[in-house]
């Protein structure tokens, strides 16, 4: 099946830093990627959606400025938590779109700012 | 706006009984998919099965099935013979399906957390 790799799968930070998180589809070109978050014994909400060689579309309430997303080829979108603060820890997972039918998710990422 | 309905916050199922986790949908779309996954303690969403609006028949996917039932907006997961290793969240998930072949993220319930006991 299609794989869905994504990078660190977890990272602590000092309160201000930044952190990149990728997110790779290995055997298949992905134009649409999606980030979700979840919060402990919460369920998954989705951020934005990453669409290759265009602007990400965020979901209403998520900062633009200080989630980066960048999706510069059809097998990579990353996103950046800038100057992340502790209310900013999560667990952050991304998901590739294929056939309209199918979303396979990358291993998540859990962040925690310190 | 889609709304995505788990009633069932936690399950306790004897091992080899068979298993019905439950979802209602909210959608005024008519074109849409609904999803299972399963999260075991690692974090990983693990896809199960899927469901599209048109499809006639129910989906079923070795000892996953889904109980689909349009009228009444239910897509509800069975699992027969349950196996130790099925203990884990298992959410159910929905999206608009777009004519021109986009798609919007997916719309997620609040997960039910499911534990098989030997």
């Known amino acids: 099946g299609a794989v869905v790799s994504q990078h660190p799968s977890w990272v602590i930070c000092k309160s201000g830093t930044s952190v990149k998180i990728e997110c790779r589809s290995l055997d298949f070109q992905a134009t649409t990627m999606f980030w979700y978050r979840q919060f402990p014994k919460q369920s998954l909400m989705l951020m934005a959606t990453?669409?290759?060689?265009?602007?990400?579309?965020?979901e209403q309430g998520v900062e633009k400025d200080k989630f980066l997303i960048n999706h510069a080829s059809l097998t990579l979108s990353t996103l950046t938590v800038t100057s992340a603060h502790p209310e900013d820890s999560s667990f952050y997972i991304c998901?590739?779109?294929?056939?309209?039918?199918?979303?396979?998710f990358g291993q998540g990422t859990r962040l925690t700012v310190v | 706006a889609q709304k995505i309905t788990q009633t069932q916050p936690g399950m306790f199922v004897q091992e080899k009984e068979a298993v019905t986790l439950d979802c209602t949908y909210d959608?005024?779309?008519?074109?849409?998919?609904l999803f299972w996954y399963k999260q075991p303690s690692s974090g990983e969403m693990i896809f199960l099965i899927y469901q599209g609006s048109y499809d006639e028949q129910n989906a079923t996917e070795g000892r996953y099935s889904l109980n689909f039932q349009k009228a009444r907006k239910s897509a509800n997961l069975v699992i027969s013979a349950s196996q130790l290793g099925d203990s884990a969240m298992y959410f159910c998930?929905?999206?608009?399906?777009?004519?021109?072949?986009?798609?919007?993220?997916?719309?997620f319930g609040k997960g039910t957390h499911l534990i098989i006991q030997p």
């Open positions: 998901s590739a779109l294929i056939r309209n039918t199918e979303a396979f």
């Open positions: 990453s669409n290759e060689g265009s602007k990400a579309t965020y």
């Open positions: 959608t005024s779309d008519q074109s849409y998919g």
């Open positions: 998930a929905m999206r608009e399906l777009y004519s021109g072949g986009g798609a919007d993220g997916l719309t």
